[in-house]
């Protein structure tokens, strides 16, 4: 039995050793907003904070997470990239988009005014098969309204 | 009242007579242009749920007691089982049920590619399943497998008589051209790679079927169900509220499915079977690779005199058989063309449809070809377009039911006269220039389609059809029809759709066929609900119905009065008005298409061969525009997929053993976000006079079809190398940069 704050909310977690944080946000918790894409740590759809720092949770093992908070998409419901990124059409399917607003936060929070050159670095790491690239540049360099 | 008449269906090129019944009459033609609702830049209904990650996906759900499978597959491109023991599997703690060749026909002893099912295995958790097939005893016999597709057409490993296609005389033709230029293309296996992957839950209730699926076709996988299971289609239930993209490969329930039901129905539990990232590159459908030997005549004027294709299309051990000569036949209009398609079966994957298949390989070489013609006589290959337009569809001698490629090319003239410039801007190894590629396609939909629309006392509505939003944005085009009808504003009206138990029959999200196929039977739908409304005005009222509209949320009449629609809705209470609707026929006689136009500026380090592409203009000619903020995303996301199949993805082979090597994405490498060049989108928005009550084409699949060749011509522009195979890696780029350097030196080309 371990403990893991997710969202400012404690929970106790019981799960074998090999257990990935995804998972176990999405089966154990319910927290299906984080999406497992891949499962290898190549696409960034699962996204999720430490510490405020964009991590894979696909592969970080939930034991290792510690005292480290962890934020998902279900933290940043009411972020303004929410808003900008529906604003945009910043998403098609939406399937990699709670991961790209949760590296975008960790983007927004470090500069709030990113450059485009900037924006395409910190994102690189979040594929998106529908392309909604252009319009998730534009989300990002207008999140704030 | 409903009218039965006798039609013709076009499925992507080919004709079908059948009778459909037409229940609305023909409703009048909405002006061109931006309206009140339809025309506008809408936001996408759902964009809010899906951005806070409370959409629930296939990938989502989570049913009590709910078991996971997990499947055991071929390692072996050609082999045969000659012994396999499942024991250990079922006796594995967690492991509830395990399938094998005896049990089901999806599974298989003699397995034709790599991935391909051989036995399967559920349990309480995914990884339990996974890891107990580990167990399985299975001793293989490998077989040496069949790779190369030219060896397939030469052995006779087809899957169906060779295609071929003749028009005029191309013999006599090449005869009277003035220069001929023959060239041989190569386009790659690409893996669509939708970010959720095939997967179902399967649930018993009794003797009915639910499916949770992500699916491009909710009716397709009910009947194909049951079809295959024996049982009437009632009793299946297809359930599909968002999907994390299709792109052509979920059109089908999927051997997942099956195997998936199989197991629900032995265990009495919900099963989900979900394929991982690896087993999505093995075995769930690709674009196949082509092999196009192509010869174009011309006269010194550009006039082609003559085309001719051989087409070998590596289509894999099944599966579905692209167009790849479709364009050569379709968008031009050169009196003489000959082609001839072979689909090879060899041990590798099933093909699936791929977003424009066979149009974004046959576009590539035909294009390119196109511009080494213009190269020879020295046109301007826009003008060479121009000179080749075809007036009338050819392969049918049918009139297009509207065709605005001409006005493509007129609102791509000011990028194109960007040339100049952008060359100019060549720096050091760095040469840059500017190509452009013209585009045809289908995306004229057709019958049947239905929905129905329920307005309540408050004054809401709500669409209700069983389709799916494959996360092109129907919903939100959907509700912008219905709301321009109902003279609603956009917030008052809701989409419910993705269940077959709750709503009629919609079409295929597939062919670029949604809008123009459920757009009108949504407009029909809500024009009958409106009429209702009227009705009723105008008897509370005591005024003619032909003097009152809905407008802005009100009733109006002729003489200045106006009421809240809820002010006649209200008298209703809890009663509500259904209005129904149905797709009309498509008009008989003619060919629905798509045109467009795309224009490229790229630069290539000559040194290194790298390629940035750096600018896109698109202009299509899709009919009318419901959303242009819906449509401009559709065309930059064709543009960046296609970017994908041109430079940097392919699906590889080990040569010998053809195992995939590309199974996960750090190998099989998609565009990210720092790949993206600047894209202009322009739509022509002209509605079709001819189609159905909207105008409206489809837009899905027209972007991705031009940009590969754009960007080789643009290649050739800056270098003046032919680059003919994709993807244009490094390798392929410097190959034709030497081999343009030896032609420039008139010696024989270097290989």
Not at chain 2, 85 to 90: C, I, Q, Y
Request: aromatic residues 6%; charged residues 25%; glycine residues 10%.
């Amino acid at each position: 039995m371990s403990e893991l704050t997710v969202n400012g909310q404690r929970y106790e977690i019981e799960a074998p050793v090999e257990r990935s944080l995804a998972d176990t946000l999405r089966t154990d918790l319910g927290l299906t907003g984080t999406k497992v894409a891949c499962g290898e740590g190549h696409c960034g759809a699962c996204t999720i904070l430490l510490d405020g720092i964009p991590t894979l949770s696909c592969i970080t093992l939930v034991h290792l997470v510690g005292d480290r908070d962890v934020t998902t998409i279900e933290g940043l419901r009411d972020h303004p990239l929410v808003d900008a990124f529906v604003r945009c059409d910043a998403l098609q399917c939406g399937f990699c988009t709670p991961g790209q607003i949760v590296s975008a936060s960790a983007l927004v929070e470090a500069d709030p005014n990113p450059s485009r050159e900037e924006i395409r670095h910190a994102m690189s790491g979040n594929i998106c098969r529908c392309g909604a690239y252009p319009k998730i540049e534009e989300a990002i360099l207008t999140w704030q309204g | 009242m409903a009218r039965l008449i006798r039609t013709e269906k076009e499925v992507e090129g080919n004709y079908t007579e059948q009778w459909i019944v037409v229940e609305e009459d023909p409703l009048e033609r909405w002006p061109a242009g931006a309206l009140e609702t339809v025309g506008k830049p809408v936001p996408r209904e759902d964009g809010a749920e899906r951005a806070r990650g409370q959409a629930t996906y296939t990938a989502d759900l989570q049913l009590p007691g709910m078991l996971h499978a997990a499947v055991l597959r071929s390692p072996h491109a050609r082999a045969r089982v000659k012994r396999l023991d499942l024991s250990k599997v079922a006796d594995t703690p967690g492991v509830r049920a395990v399938l094998g060749p005896d049990d089901l026909d999806v599974f298989t002893r003699e397995p034709g590619y790599p991935g391909a099912p051989v036995a399967a295995a559920a349990a309480d958790s995914y990884g339990q399943a996974a890891r107990a097939l580990d167990l399985a005893e299975v001793e293989w016999e490998v077989l040496d497998p069949l790779l190369d597709p030219d060896e397939a057409v030469r052995e006779g490993s087809l899957h169906d008589e060779p295609e071929r296609y003749e028009r005029g005389d191309a013999e006599a033709g090449f005869a009277e051209a003035d220069v001929v230029v023959e060239a041989e293309y190569r386009t790659q296996t690409v893996l669509h790679n939708s970010l959720e992957t095939h997967q179902s839950v399967c649930e018993w209730n009794g003797d009915t079927l639910t499916v949770y699926i992500s699916t491009q076709f909710i009716w397709g996988v009910r009947s194909e169900i049951a079809e295959k299971l024996g049982i009437p289609e009632d009793k299946v239930r297809v359930v599909c509220h968002y999907m994390g993209g299709g792109f052509g490969a979920k059109n089908h329930p999927g051997q997942y499915t099956f195997i998936g039901a199989e197991f629900a129905k032995r265990t009495g539990r919900p099963v989900r079977c979900a394929l991982t990232r690896r087993e999505e590159n093995l075995a769930s459908g690709n674009r196949h690779a082509t092999i196009q030997r192509l010869k174009a005549g011309a006269r010194a004027d550009g006039t082609l005199t003559a085309l001719q294709g051989e087409f070998v299309m590596a289509v894999g051990w099944e599966g579905f058989q692209s167009w790849t000569a479709g364009p050569m036949k379709m968008l031009y209009g050169c009196p003489n063309v000959s082609t001839v398609e072979y689909g090879a079966k060899i041990n590798t994957s099933p093909n699936a449809a791929f977003r424009a298949p066979g149009f974004v390989e046959g576009t590539f070489g035909l294009e390119c070809l196109l511009d080494e013609v213009a190269a020879k006589l020295e046109i301007d290959p826009l003008e060479l377009r121009r000179r080749n337009h075809a007036d009338v569809d050819l392969v049918d001698d049918r009139p297009f039911s509207s065709k605005n490629l001409i006005e493509c090319y007129e609102r791509a003239e000011p990028h194109w006269a960007r040339r100049q410039e952008v060359r100019a801007r060549s720096e050091g190894p760095w040469q840059r220039g500017v190509g452009m590629a013209s585009q045809i396609w289908f995306g004229g939909g057709g019958p049947p389609s239905y929905a129905w629309v329920r307005v309540g006392s408050d004054g809401r509505a709500t669409v209700i059809t069983a389709m799916q939003d494959i996360g092109t944005g129907t919903r939100t085009a959907m509700a912008q029809i219905a709301a321009q009808e109902l003279g609603l504003p956009i917030d008052r009206v809701q989409v419910a759709l993705g269940d077959s138990a709750r709503g009629p029959y919609a079409a295929i999200s597939a062919g670029s066929s949604t809008v123009p196929s459920m757009g009108p039977a949504v407009r029909a739908a809500a024009h009958d609900a409106a009429r209702q409304i009227i009705e009723i005005a105008a008897q509370r009222f005591h005024l003619e119905e032909r003097v009152l509209s809905l407008q802005d949320g009100k009733v109006v009449s002729a003489d200045d009065g106006s009421w809240e629609v809820e002010e006649v809705t209200g008298l209703l209470e809890d009663a509500q008005i259904l209005g129904k609707g149905a797709r009309g026929p498509n008009p008989t006689g003619m060919r629905v298409l798509t045109f467009g136009v795309q224009v490229a500026e790229i630069a290539v380090d000559v040194e290194t061969g790298e390629i940035r592409v750096e600018r896109v203009a698109a202009i299509h000619d899709v009919g009318r525009v419901i959303n242009p903020l819906g449509a401009s995303s559709q065309v930059e996301g064709g543009i960046i997929q296609g970017l994908g199949h041109t430079l940097s993805e392919e699906r590889l082979l080990d040569p010998e053993s053809g195992a995939v090597l590309t199974q996960t994405l750090d190998a099989y490498r998609m565009p990210t976000i720092a790949d993206v060049p600047e894209i202009v989108t322009e739509l022509v928005d002209i509605p079709d006079e001819h189609l159905t009550s909207l105008g409206a084409k489809g837009l899905g699949e027209p972007p991705i079809i031009p940009i590969a060749a754009a960007v080789a011509n643009a290649i050739r522009d800056a270098t003046g190398a032919d680059v003919r195979s994709l993807p244009i890696t490094r390798e392929e780029m410097l190959r034709a940069l030497a081999e343009a350097k030896e032609k420039a030196r008139g010696a024989p080309a270097a290989v």
